[in-house]
Nanobody, 119 residues
């Protein structure tokens, strides 16, 4: 069982930056694909950044390309999401996700961290 705990969310003005962190425990971290998703009120959960099985590498959602950067530190069992040039529409609960690389899907989820971008 993999446990994921996100941190780093908060309130930020449009144009600002935040860095989200996700601490993973349980399982073998290096064998897991990792990613970030988000869900805004009234909207479906969407992929933000992380491993994409379809491409076989790190991918980004179209709305965050060039602004967000995904990274992972296998030595620390951590993943990060650096978010720059934040927009009002980036407001959402952000979730860290994990799944065995061989599984083809994410099925471990954190509790989420709220990111609110204000004007």
């Amino acid at each position: 069982q993999v446990r994921l705990v996100e941190s780093g969310g908060g309130l930020v003005q449009a144009g600002g930056s935040l860095r989200l962190s996700c601490a993973a425990s349980g399982g073998t971290f290096s064998r897991n694909a990792m990613g970030w998703f988000r869900q805004a009120p009234g909207k479906d959960r969407e992929f933000v950044a992380g491993f994409s099985w379809s491409g076989g590498s790190t991918a980004y959602g179209d709305s965050v390309k060039g602004r967000f950067t995904f990274s992972r530190d296998n030595a620390k069992n951590m993943v990060y999401l650096q978010m720059n040039s934040l927009r009002l529409e980036d407001t959402a609960v952000y979730y860290c996700a994990a799944g065995p690389a061989s599984s083809g899907t994410y099925y471990y989820w954190g509790q989420g961290t709220q990111v609110t971008v204000s004007s």
